[in-house]
């Protein structure tokens, strides 16, 4: 946006900021566009941004795909950073979001995009050039893509543009990623499961416990506002038990990572693309799998910020805290990342938010959560 723009700053603030009213957009999109903005943002509104429909700034718009980070820059400051949730080409929707206001065309910005996460972060452009190798003097001059090699070269060192940024806002140091070494395999060398593991992992009482679990935690994400996902393969047994099926078709792109790190964590709390909590469940007295999960995610998203919360019963404290300390886990600080969860808080604070429908957040479990130091 050019500083000072009056146009610009009235558009801002009336589909950025104060965001729009799905009823007014959803008429005007493919039944698959409403499919996602629905998937996304379930019944809340949405921040729409539009773009001149020129040749140049449609060839840049048609490189726009779901889950790309965008900018929006005024001047010598990045304003706001989010993620593309979809896109569509529509006069239509243009006239019915945004007006000239200085009546000297008739021109629209049918190149419009729809933005999860948005988030005002003002931060200087330059830092956004010193990450991405562009020189200080370089300036940006309307709708503009950054250079394939320079994302690239960015995520050769970072993970996630969006987790780095906020990293920047919050005055801390973002990680580089690390080279994925054997070291895990070096390191990492789970002893024998003996006879009794195995009949402890199978029994019909370990799994019951494992849905129980689950069931709670999922319960308590859809009080804290949060979309909340399983692993396909648990959604069945969930449905069975207790009746309830209103999951996500898929594990939406396009959030910090890889679908393919996060989608089989037992629970996932989820707003828009931003995860705001992970929970592994273990039951059985090889309780690795769950840190070998979240390792995998230091790895890949070392920017990572949400908490991630090993939930076991109070008799299984002692065998995670020894898992934690093996060298693999201490070399990524795991321990700093990952909490402990007990069943019995899980019950307790299940028990206490029974009849509140709202007014829950991760942040109170993650409260009674413990350290595994």
């Known amino acids: 946006m050019a500083p000072g723009n009056p146009e610009q700053m009235v558009h801002y603030q009336d589909t950025i900021k104060n965001k729009v009213a799905q009823d007014r957009i959803l008429k005007y999109l493919s039944f698959d566009a409403k499919a996602m903005l629905r998937e996304v943002f379930g019944n809340q509104p949405v921040p729409v941004w539009g773009s001149r429909n020129s040749p140049a700034n449609r060839s840049r718009f048609e490189k726009m795909r779901t889950g790309d980070d965008v900018l929006i820059v005024e001047g010598k400051r990045i304003k706001l950073l989010g993620k593309i949730t979809c896109k569509v080409i529509s006069s239509d929707l243009s006239r019915e979001l945004w007006h000239n206001l200085k009546g000297d065309t008739k021109e629209g910005w049918d190149l419009i995009y729809f933005i999860a996460n948005a988030t005002e972060i003002d931060l200087p452009f330059n830092t956004f050039k010193k990450l991405f190798g562009y020189k200080l003097p370089y300036t940006l001059r309307g709708f503009s893509n950054v250079a394939e090699e320079k994302v690239r070269e960015f995520y050769d060192q970072f993970d996630d543009l969006y987790s780095v940024l906020l990293k920047v806002k919050h005055d801390e140091k973002p990680e580089t990623k690390q080279p994925f070494v054997r070291e895990m395999e ?53 449905q069975a038990e207790y009746e309830f099926s209103e999951f996500p078709k898929e594990f939406a792109a396009g959030i910090d990572m890889p679908a393919k790190y996060v989608e089989n964590i037992d629970v996932i709390w989820k707003e828009e693309f931003r995860v705001d909590g992970a929970f592994e469940i273990e039951n059985s007295t090889a309780i690795y799998s769950g840190l070998l999960r979240f390792a995998d995610l230091k790895i890949v998203a070392p920017n990572s910020n949400y908490p991630l919360f090993i939930v076991a019963p109070l008799s299984k404290k002692g065998r995670l805290i020894e898992q934690v300390r093996r060298p693999t886990f201490q070399k990524l600080e795991l321990s700093q990342k990952v909490k402990y969860l007990s069943y019995e808080v899980v019950d307790d604070v299940d028990k206490f938010f029974a009849d509140a429908k709202s007014g829950f957040s991760v942040d109170i479990l993650a409260g009674k959560s413990e350290s595994v130091f």
């Open 186 to 238: 070096l390191t990492f060398q789970p002893k024998a499961i003996e006879a009794e593991e195995v009949d402890e992992i199978l029994s019909e009482q370990e799994l019951s416990d494992h849905v129980r679990m689950q069931w709670k935690l999922v319960r308590l994400g859809l009080k804290s506002g949060a979309t909340v996902w399983v692993p396909k393969n648990d959604q069945g047994r969930i």
